[in-house]
């Protein structure tokens, strides 16, 4: 029982300095990484404006279109009515036409407007698409100048990432899967990614909280999994450090 205890606690010391090793290569990267992830996203919020801008204006031209036909149909209708006008029999007869032309050429007024008002919104659409495409264009040329720079970064370190995963596939293996899920929630609840601690100068190597001297014995016995009291963190093993010797 103790060995498979140490056994597992020496993979989680394995995998800790495997995974701070991986956030060394993670922090020489800045904040490049977030930075491209950022100017995507706006590039993919530009660029569906812009194509919702480009369908507002095509359904404003349409619209304009529609009024124009409608004014051509309007206009013929009430030169018809004029038409008839000349051939009323009666005042009743002339007084409907002419109340009718009236209504018609309204119908005719409100188009022209309604035209009026797509024209000025096309104005006003076309210099917002304009400024939405050359903020497309700028974003598109800082997201190739950074995707340049962390891809520069990410060569750099490549085949060491690579490496360091591959080691870190094997030494999972170790670890069960309890264990495992303990060590992925803490690194994630803790500031400096560091899960699992050894002690030195009879402090956790996590929150430098002093450590009892009994709960460091069960440490180095190795006969459980020991969680540090103050911060949770699981501590491994006591480093003892050597006292220099009075001359």
Do not use: W
């Amino acid at each position: 029982m103790e060995e498979t205890i140490e056994r597992k606690l020496n993979a989680l010391l394995d995998l800790q300095a495997i995974d701070c090793e991986l956030d060394k290569i993670v922090k020489m990267r800045g904040v490049l990484p977030e930075e491209v992830e950022d100017l995507e996203n706006e590039l993919v919020i530009l660029q569906t404006r812009s194509i919702n801008i480009q369908e507002e204006l095509s359904n404003l031209e349409q619209d304009i279109v529609t009024q124009r036909t409608k004014i051509k149909t309007v206009q013929a209708l009430v030169k018809k009515y004029e038409e008839q006008q000349m051939d009323v029999r009666n005042n009743r007869e002339y007084d409907a036409i002419t109340k009718e032309i009236d209504l018609q050429k309204l119908e005719i007024q409100l188009a022209e407007k309604k035209s009026r008002g797509a024209y000025e919104q096309i104005d006003k659409q076309k210099q917002v698409l304009e400024q939405c495409q050359r903020a497309v264009v700028e974003n598109k040329q800082a997201l190739t100048d950074k995707q340049e720079a962390l891809h520069a970064l990410m060569e750099e370190s490549q085949e060491e990432e690579q490496k360091l995963h591959k080691r870190r596939v094997r030494v999972i293996k170790n670890v069960d899967e309890q264990l495992l899920q303990s060590y992925d929630r803490i690194r994630a609840n803790v500031s400096n990614g560091l899960a699992v601690v050894v002690v030195t100068r009879e402090a956790c190597g996590g929150c430098f909280s002093k450590v009892p001297p009994q709960k460091q014995a069960d440490v180095q016995e190795k006969k459980s999994i020991i969680m540090c009291e103050h911060c949770g963190r699981i501590i491994a093993d006591v480093i003892v450090v050597a006292e220099p010797e009075d001359e």
